[in-house]
T-cell receptor, first 114, second 108 residues
Framework: NAGVMQNPRHLVRRRGQEARLRCSPM?????VYWYRQLPEEGLKFMVY????????ESGMPKERFSAEFPKEGPSILRIQQVVRGDSAAYFC????????????FGDGTRLSIL | AQRVTQPEKLLSVFKGAPVELKCNYS??????LFWYVQYSRQRLQLLLR??SRESIKGFTADLNKGETSFHLKKPFAQEEDSAMYYC??????????FGTGTRLTIIP
């Protein structure tokens, strides 16, 4: 079991471009969580998804950010018209979703905006 | 809203000395608390959780509801314990709320 897989590991974009971050959960996990870590800060929750459903997006910025977890394929975190403030490490975690099941994290994607 | 505080950004301890990483939380309900660790060039991984009441790599953590704390302790530090440690709170089996982390350095 390769664990949670995120790609790319590093992504560089210019201001105004789009960034797409991918996350494949661990085998058998149907719940996906995205977190963002700004420099010198802890991980901050963004969104919680199950297959084809957004369960909790209370941590997502109101504009430019969206997330999906389709029936087939990885979960995608999409950032449109990126700005310098979007530079951060974005982490994905997955779990089985049952009570008391821990979240397992990927290596993260480090997004840099030029 | 829930909150997790780790007051120490950096902590240096001599090898063989006791270690205590502080974590305080604020939450009105029954919390579920975790410690995650990130070793150099590795991904964030679960170290222990309070409901398990287990010791992992010599570390233990006791939930103190009166003091709203979940400090991580180890009686004798080892060099391989050097890492970044995050305390986290889970509410409703969903999102984790993380502290800002403590970088632990073990001095040989």
């Amino acid at each position: 079991n390769a664990g949670v897989m995120q790609n790319p590991r590093h992504l560089v974009r210019r201001r105004g471009q789009e960034a797409r971050l991918r996350c494949s959960p661990m085998k058998g996990h149907s719940h996906v969580y995205w977190y963002r870590q700004l420099p010198e800060e802890g991980l901050k929750f963004m969104v919680y998804l199950q297959k084809e459903n957004i369960i909790d997006e209370s941590g997502m910025p109101k504009e430019r950010f969206s997330a999906e977890f389709p029936k087939e394929g990885p979960s995608i975190l999409r950032i449109q018209q990126v700005v310098r403030g979007d530079s951060a490490a974005y982490f994905c975690a997955s779990s089985q979703g049952a009570s008391n099941q821990p979240q397992h994290f990927g290596d993260g994607t480090r997004l840099s905006i030029l | 809203a829930q909150r997790v505080t780790q007051p120490e950004k950096l902590l240096s301890v001599f090898k063989g000395a006791p270690v205590e990483l502080k974590c305080n939380y604020s939450y009105s309900g029954s919390p579920e608390l975790f410690w995650y660790v990130q070793y150099s060039r590795q991904r964030l991984q679960l170290l222990l959780r309070h409901i398990s009441r287990e010791s992992i790599k010599g570390f233990t953590a006791d939930l103190n509801k009166g003091e709203t704390s979940f400090h991580l302790k180890k009686p004798f530090a080892q060099e391989e314990d050097s890492a970044m440690y995050y305390c986290a709170l889970m509410v409703g089996n969903e999102k984790l709320t993380f502290g800002t982390g403590t970088r632990l350095t073990i001095i040989p």
